[in-house]
């Protein structure tokens, strides 16, 4: 069995930063995708940065150049740095792991930018 936590979140002041960490623990043989996604209240859940175990990376538009993800293949863990943090970026975050016979969820950490 595999288990997905996250940690990190909380809360700060607009222009702030946070670290976002999920670390996927268990029976592991292989982990092909890690990425964050994150959903606010009242819309759909969005894309924010993914990393291939090769180390591809892909972001959704309104975090390029403020968010960067990277991970550890040898702990199983995911990073998200998050650095000039706006009121809109509020959301409950989301780790999604990819595995080569399916796909896993965290249960998803809040963070909440204040203005």
């Known amino acids: 069995q595999v288990h997905v936590v996250e940690s990190g979140g909380g809360l700060v002041q607009a222009g702030g930063s946070l670290r976002l960490s999920c670390a996927a623990s268990?029976?592991?043989?292989?982990?092909?995708?890690m990425g964050w996604y994150r959903q606010a209240p009242g819309k759909q859940r969005e894309l924010v940065a993914a990393i291939t175990s090769g180390g591809s990376t892909n972001y959704g538009d309104s975090m390029k150049g403020r968010f960067t993800i990277s991970r550890d293949n040898s702990k199983n863990t995911v990073y998200l740095q998050m650095n000039s943090l706006k009121p809109e970026d509020t959301a409950v975050y989301y780790c999604?792991?990819?595995?080569?016979?399916?796909?896993?969820w965290g249960p998803g950490t809040q963070v909440t930018v204040s203005s």
């Open positions: 999604k792991i990819v595995f080569p016979l399916g796909t896993l």
């Open positions: 268990g029976s592991i043989f292989r982990i092909n995708v």
